[in-house]
Structures are given as structure tokens and as C-alpha cells.
């Protein structure tokens, strides 16, 4: 089981993209994306949550999260998002879709639809003219989260269903960019729904000193997100 102290302890060595071919590595990367996952699911805000995980891991030296919208695109809810909401079909909602960054790490895509009349309106300027995660501009609402589904999208230790595993044990295996995805109700103090969003953590989570770094750098190339053992 990984822990703080343990993750603390992880060798200071360059980020990679590749876990090498071992059952010890991949077990380790089960247990730290598994820690993640679990602590965002356990939170009432993911910002916070990715603030910490980024302070603790050492992943930037301004550990603070910041919301990088791409305000060109444009999604409508659909109906059952709009039933979710408690909202009719003529009333007001407004998307967001960001990358949650600390420093120069990406570590979630996140799309947010969210029922504008259910903020302040100081709330909703916030979120429209800057880079503050919606999470932090709703934390006088006392916000909460309901899950609707979460996904695994990466499996370092090989899942076995009717009987056949998952790939996650090939030579140098190539992390993936995206590695969970939650799909969440965000509620106030009163149970009210604020909005919901679709995050989509980024394999940047684990852009640190992880136990197997060492190993992987030794043994597979790290170039391009390409890997590969070295001749």
C-alpha cells in the first residue's frame, strides 16, 4: 500500500512516461494512481485535493491550481444532464471546459456545465474574465459531490474479466495521458445542484520522482512519448 511517507521517499529523478516491465513497477503505479483516484472520490472539492497532491508530490514550486478555459468551445447539456441539474429546458447554463494546471503540469481536462442563476453573480464574473478553478470561486456555497460514474482509463496491474487480463505487463509500457475520469454532480450546503462536470485526470499526477523512475529511465527510452528498451 502506497502512503504519503512513501511517495515522499520516492527517488528525486526526472519524470518519465514508460513503466518498465516488472511486476513490482506496475503494482507501485497501481497503488499511487489508485491513492489519487481515491482521495478525489473521498473530496467535496477536486481543486483542493489537486492542490495538495501537487504541494505534497513537490510538483511545482506554486502548488496552486490554476484554470486554463478555452472559451471557443461550446457545449450544450444534454437532457438528462439538464434533469440532473434540476433545471427546465429554456433556462440559462453555461460551460466551461478547462485544463487544471500546477505550474507547467496538466492534471485534468475538465468539463463543467453549470447553472449560472444559482451562483452570485461576483461568482459568475469570476468564472467568465478568469483562470480560478470553479471549485475555489464556489467554496462559500459549501460545496459537495456526488458521483455519477467514475472510469478507470489506465490499468498498470492487468484486469482480468471473463477470464482474459487486460494488457499492462508489456515491455516498457507507454503511460497514457489520461488516466481515470469522473462524471460528478456538484451540490451546495442545501443539496441544490450547482453544476456537472466530466474530469478527466491526466497522467501529469504522476509526473514525479515515482519508485519505478529509476528503473524506467535505465531501461526504456523516453522520448516523444514514445518508450522502448535501449539497445
Not at 511517495?7 to 512516461?17: D, G, K, M, N, T
Not at 477536486?46 to 501537487?54: H, K, R, S
Not at 462524471?183 to 442545501?190: E, F, K, M, S
Not at 501529469?204 to 519508485?211: M, N, R, T, Y
Amino acid at each position: 500500500m502506497i502512503t504519503g511517507q512513501t511517495i515522499a521517499l520516492a527517488l528525486a529523478v526526472p519524470r518519465v512516461v514508460a513503466l518498465p516491465a516488472d511486476e513490482r513497477a506496475h503494482a507501485q503505479a497501481e497503488a499511487i494512481v489508485a491513492t489519487i483516484e481515491a482521495r478525489i472520490l473521498a473530496s467535496s472539492s477536486a481543486t483542493a485535493t489537486l492542490a495538495d497532491w501537487c504541494r505534497a508530490q513537490g510538483l511545482a514550486a506554486d502548488p496552486t491550481i490554476t484554470a486554463e478555459w478555452d472559451n471557443k468551445v461550446q457545449v450544450a447539456p444534454s437532457p438528462d444532464q439538464r434533469a440532473r441539474l434540476g433545471i427546465g429546458p429554456d433556462d440559462p447554463v453555461a460551460y466551461r471546459r478547462v485544463r487544471l494546471v500546477c505550474g507547467s503540469l496538466v492534471l485534468s481536462v475538465a468539463e463543467n456545465w453549470y447553472v449560472p442563476g444559482r451562483l452570485d453573480p461576483a461568482m459568475v464574473q469570476t468564472l467568465l474574465t478568469t483562470n480560478t478553478p470553479f471549485g475555489k470561486v464556489i467554496e462559500p456555497l459549501r460545496p459537495e459531490r456526488r458521483t455519477i460514474a467514475n472510469e478507470r482509463l489506465w490499468h498498470p496491474v492487468p484486469v482480468v474479466r471473463d477470464g482474459v487480463a487486460s494488457t499492462g505487463a508489456a515491455p516498457c509500457e507507454v503511460i497514457p495521458d489520461a488516466l481515470f475520469r469522473h462524471q460528478v454532480l456538484v451540490l451546495d450546503g442545501n443539496g441544490r445542484p450547482l453544476a456537472e462536470v466530466i474530469e478527466t485526470y491526466q497522467r501529469d499526477l504522476i509526473a514525479f520522482g515515482v519508485p519505478w523512475a529509476a528503473r524506467s529511465i535505465r531501461q526504456c527510452r523516453d522520448a516523444n512519448g514514445a518508450s522502448g528498451p535501449e539497445r
